[in-house]
């Protein structure tokens, strides 16, 4: 996998947002309408080739932060516009992570962020009492949402 990133103007990137703020990772190419990256805050945009699955896929990876007060209706919105295929995921790495889906969003509480790369957080510690959730989020994820299971964020 080989990516090219540039830093939103005026913000430096960091791991954890500030002040109970939720820092998300979207695809562009997995929405139905781009539109709504321009009411987010892209803090980061990243060029990512990947070819797990045998055949180059190039998607335009944009970091973005949502203030915690706005989280649910961007929720709400996302889940109208993901393309099935593709999700979002969004953590405050505090206490949550959402997986957002094409239809349904499913939130899991969270110990940490255990894995972090240039392009996002990729490895999560669950709660416990969540991992059902996770597992649920999965399910849906391969049946309704039609996601390729190697492309999802690890939770353990």
């Given at each position: 996998m080989r990516?090219?990133?540039r830093v939103g103007e005026g913000r430096q990137f960091d791991s954890a947002p500030t002040h109970m703020s939720w820092k998300g990772w979207i695809i562009e190419e997995g929405l139905?309408?781009?539109g709504i990256?321009?009411?987010l805050r892209v803090d980061r945009s990243c060029i990512e080739e990947n070819m797990q699955t045998g055949e180059a896929r190039i998607w335009n990876v944009h970091t973005v932060s949502v203030e915690d007060d706005d989280m649910d209706g961007i929720c709400a919105q996302l889940e109208n516009i993901i393309k099935p295929g593709f999700y979002a995921h969004f953590t405050n790495y505090e206490s949550l992570l959402i997986m957002i889906f094409h239809g349904m969003s499913f939130r899991i509480r969270i110990?940490?962020?255990?894995?972090e790369n240039e392009i996002g957080?990729?490895?999560f510690k669950a709660d416990p009492r969540d991992l059902q959730i996770w597992k649920d989020a999965v399910e849906y994820a391969a049946s309704i949402g039609k996601v390729d299971p190697r492309y999802l964020v690890k939770v353990e």
């Open positions: 990516s090219s990133c139905k309408d781009p990256l321009s009411e110990r940490k962020v255990l894995l957080a990729l490895e």
